[in-house]
């Protein structure tokens, strides 16, 4: 202000003085406005930097989240490779990382064949009776049978108590079976049916009563049913857990009919899940044939998996008598044994499972995929 007051007037000095104050001030006003400009565009661009990269990361977080493939089986002897499977992660591993497996756990068929209806499982082991069931309700469209998995391993037990020695004493009698419709369902009424025997629910005097398997064994041990057919361990389970006696071990309904084999369990797979996924599906069956072989081959070794996931499964492992007794009446093999599949049809279809009209269920089976993969395994058939 020194230099200024020798150039200017003192007349005019003090008014320009305000003057020079405001131009100062305006000089540095505009100066701060450009550097709060600055940041801010700066922060903004940091800000839709950071936006973007949060975007960017958030899109190959969501594209490299694995594939989810969800899967239904049964606590059954004779769903041994799902319970393996289940345990040890055989089927995770010949999928790969970049698929996860979610495991759904069902008492009996029916109910797995609703969550196949509802698109809530891609695959699932599945008794016969159920896999046609849903097939021919589905038109197809529920399900494709894509290998076999356990033949036998079912069995109708009898109270002493119940004085059932012949198939004439079922007259009166208390039978249950693990679910209406189910697998051992349809062949009881079937079995009823060939002896001149007739539920109550037809006008005759045999009560078929469908509950869940571990309902069977305590109704058993209480005397509130007189028998029960059952699928292993629960069979095996009536008899040393129940004081049960074998009265009819299903093989034996099957000698006239196919030999005595008949498919208990079935792999099957939704159409769409085979349609969007062939490369996993194909994958699943090679890995089914191929722990379905460790399984003939190490008999010892999976018995221990199996029961150990039994005891995770239910909270209880099998007593060692029950499961050498239910494991020699199952065969694994993954034959889905087409014949025993027809005579279920007939069955289920005499029963009013199926409708009016006699289904057309040729394509139920679908062996491509078991012959695009590795070699099947025929009953019993150990490795070369």
Request: glycine share 10%; hydrophobic share 45%.
């Amino acid at each position: 202000m020194k230099v200024l007051s020798e150039r200017i007037p003192r007349s005019l000095l003090r008014g320009k003085r305000a003057n020079i104050k405001w131009c100062i001030f305006s000089v540095h006003f505009e100066a701060s406005l450009q550097r709060v400009a600055g940041n801010f565009n700066r922060r903004l661009g940091l800000l839709f930097l950071a936006g973007g990269a949060w975007l960017f990361a958030a899109s190959a977080a969501h594209a490299a989240q694995p594939l989810k493939i969800r899967v239904g089986h049964f606590p059954n002897v004779t769903h041994a490779q799902a319970l393996i499977g289940h345990a040890d992660g055989w089927f995770a591993r010949a999928l790969g990382p970049d698929v996860t497996i979610d495991w759904k756990i069902f008492n009996a068929g029916p109910a797995a064949v609703q969550a196949l209806f509802a698109g809530e499982i891609d695959l699932a082991y599945l008794g016969t009776g159920p896999a046609v069931v849903g097939y021919v309700k589905s038109r197809g469209q529920a399900l494709r049978v894509i290998a076999g998995a356990a033949d036998g391993g079912a069995a109708l037990i009898v109270r002493p108590q119940a004085g059932i020695r012949t198939a004439a004493d079922f007259h009166g009698k208390r039978v249950a079976s693990p679910q209406l419709g189910n697998t051992q369902d349809v062949a009881l009424r079937g079995w009823l049916a060939d002896h001149g025997l007739t539920p109550m629910e037809r006008g005759g005097d045999v009560r078929v009563m469908p509950m869940a398997n571990p309902d069977q064994l305590m109704m058993f041990r209480q005397g509130e049913i007189d028998a029960a057919w059952s699928p292993e361990p629960w069979a095996s389970r009536l008899v040393h857990q129940g004081g049960g006696v074998l009265f009819l071990d299903e093989r034996e309904v099957w000698k006239d009919l196919t030999g005595g084999r008949f498919a208990t369990t079935l792999l099957v797979a939704h159409p769409k899940f085979l349609a969007a996924h062939p490369d996993l599906a194909a994958r699943w069956v090679r890995a089914h044939v191929e722990l379905t072989q460790w399984i003939v081959d190490h008999e010892g070794e999976a018995k221990a998996v199996v029961n150990g996931e039994l005891k995770r499964e239910t909270g209880k492992p099998l007593p060692q008598a029950v499961l050498d007794e239910s494991w020699g009446r199952v065969v694994f093999t993954t034959d889905p044994i087409e014949a025993s599949i027809d005579q279920m049809v007939r069955w289920a279809f005499d029963q009013g499972f199926l409708g009016r009209r006699h289904p057309e269920v040729s394509q139920i089976v679908d062996r491509a995929w078991l012959e695009g993969g590795a070699r099947p395994v025929a009953a019993g058939e150990r490795a070369p």
